[in-house]
Nanobody, 123 residues
Framework: QLVESGGGLVQAGGSLRLSCAASERTFSINAMGWFRQAPGREREFVSAINWGGSSTYYADSVKGRFTISRDNVKNTVFLQMNSLKPEDTAVYYC??????????????????WGQGTQVTVSS
């Protein structure tokens, strides 16, 4: 139900824009987010946005470099990634949920996941 696009290979300092669309309007969205997982590491929170208001959330490691935004009409969330670093290299996953939960940062707070898109930043 979540279809991601926009990953790829970029040099350090470059930019990429990820997109994630809810392909079928089979659920009402409360929030959407992005997580990432590097080889040998656990899945970690990157950013999230709630659907009814304008609140956004970021991991400390990406604050000031990444920007999350949404298109409510198209049920799509975007992640603009600037000033990319080699340590940003990971598979990036889109996530969505229907019901409010206090945490935006835990993977267990989300009900639906995309297939993942690879982001590779070369030094």
């Amino acid at each position: 139900q979540l279809v991601e696009s926009g990953g790829g290979l970029v040099q350090a300092g470059g930019s990429l824009r990820l997109s994630c669309a809810a392909s079928e309007r089979t659920f009402s969205i409360n929030a959407m987010g992005w997580f990432r997982q590097a080889p040998g590491r656990e899945r970690e929170f990157v950013s999230a946005i709630n659907w009814g208001g304008s609140s956004t959330y970021y991991a400390d490691s990406v604050k000031g470099r990444f920007t999350i935004s949404r298109d409510n009409v198209k049920n799509t969330v975007f992640l603009q990634m600037n000033s990319l670093k080699p340590e940003d290299t990971a598979v990036y996953y889109c996530a969505a949920r229907e019901l409010y939960r206090r945490s935006y940062y835990s993977p267990t707070s989300y009900d639906y996941w995309g297939q993942g898109t690879q982001v590779t930043v070369s030094s």
